[in-house]
């Protein structure tokens, strides 16, 4: 019995799958929310016929009780147990991280790279490095 040789194709990655353009060409048509009805692009679909735009998600969907405050709140993270977080609450119980700038520990406003827990910025001196751009005349981000 003769051995064939392996398979020159390697098997797809994890994550790998991207969705086949439309036929088309065209961007996708914006639907009728179905708590808004105004036609906008689709956030999260409710059922298969019914889609949600981003800021009904937002109000209605991703809404409940944080587990800091005890409001009924829009959830920003969860923390260990599950249990939701409000924005107002995650800004003040998010840990604080070494800023990339000044090495000192603070709370991170600026990710420089995009890559989050990489290269990140503390208020003051995201407020410095911007003041010095609109000296300078470049935009301000």
Request: aromatic share 8%; net charge positive.
């Amino acid at each position: 019995m003769t051995e064939t040789a392996p398979s020159t194709v390697p098997p797809p990655r994890r994550g790998s799958f991207r969705r086949k353009p439309r036929r088309d060409g065209e961007k996708q048509q914006p639907r009728k929310c179905c708590y808004c009805k105004i036609p906008k692009r689709v956030h999260f679909w409710k059922s298969p016929t019914q889609p949600v735009c981003i800021v009904c998600y937002q109000k209605f969907i991703n809404v409940e009780t944080c587990s800091v405050c005890g409001e009924l709140k829009t959830v920003r993270m969860r923390d260990e147990n599950g249990g939701a977080i409000c924005h107002k609450c995650y800004q003040r119980v998010r840990p604080d991280e070494i800023c990339w700038t000044c090495k000192q520990p603070g709370k991170i406003v600026k990710w420089l790279d995009g890559n989050r827990h990489k290269k990140g910025q503390c208020n003051l001196c995201y407020q410095r490095a911007r003041r010095k751009r609109l000296k300078q005349g470049s935009k301000p981000s």
